[in-house]
């Protein structure tokens, strides 16, 4: 790992941690319809900053409120991936092999039915509100506003947080993931973990258009 890519990390995690922090309360009235978002999870730290776990975005245009809202309150892992890594450590923390129905994607029709004789609908209502305490009470986010679909897809895999020397505490709850990248670089996500560092002018772009 280079001394660059070490001070990239570094810029970035300052920008993020001076940018205006949003909750579990967020108001999708208020965010910004287009952009990135950053997300924070209690007890992670970096060099006396909040820690970043995760770096998300959407496909569809005006879709970043939704997409707040699929990973704070709508209680399905069908809509987030996120969520469902968190369901997926919960199961893997309590050796449940319910995980390999929880695995499953529900939402093309042909796997909705194969895995239906399978499910115990109660059993994931009641981790889905788990999963939602959890995201409620111990995630927060600050967002970039980036209008452009194309440079909105790629500043996110540039935001190489994973490159960085950022570790996640021995406490961390993917720590306990069965996902091997997530583990490795402490990340809440498994997408764009390999690619270029992020460029000078990605960081101007950044420090302009963070919400603060």
Do not use: C
Not at 10 to 33: E, G, M, S, T, V
């Amino acid at each position: 790992m280079d001394q660059s890519t070490k001070n990239k990390s570094y810029q970035l995690h300052k920008i993020f941690n001076q940018a205006k922090r949003y909750n579990n309360l967020f108001n999708p009235d208020k965010l910004i319809n287009n952009g990135i978002y950053i997300l924070f999870e209690k007890g992670e730290t970096y060099l006396n900053m909040d820690r970043v776990v995760r770096v998300g975005t959407h496909t569809g245009n005006n879709k970043l409120p939704a997409r707040m809202i699929q990973h704070y309150q709508i209680e399905t892992k069908d809509r987030s991936i996120f969520r469902k890594n968190i369901g997926r450590t919960y199961l893997t923390i309590n050796n449940d092999s319910y995980i390999d129905v929880w695995n499953v994607s529900n939402t093309e029709r042909i796997n909705r039915l194969r895995n239906l004789p399978y499910r115990d609908l109660a059993k994931e209502a009641a981790l889905e509100k788990r999963i939602t305490k959890e995201i409620n009470d111990n995630f927060s986010f600050v967002l970039i506003e980036v209008n452009d679909k194309a440079y909105r897809l790629y500043l996110e895999m540039a935001i190489t947080i994973a490159q960085g020397d950022s570790k996640p505490t021995k406490n961390w709850l993917g720590n306990h993931s069965p996902v091997e990248k997530i583990r490795h670089f402490g990340l809440w996500q498994v997408q764009g973990l390999k690619r270029e560092p992020i460029t000078n002018k990605d960081l101007k772009y950044i420090e302009k258009h963070i919400i603060k």
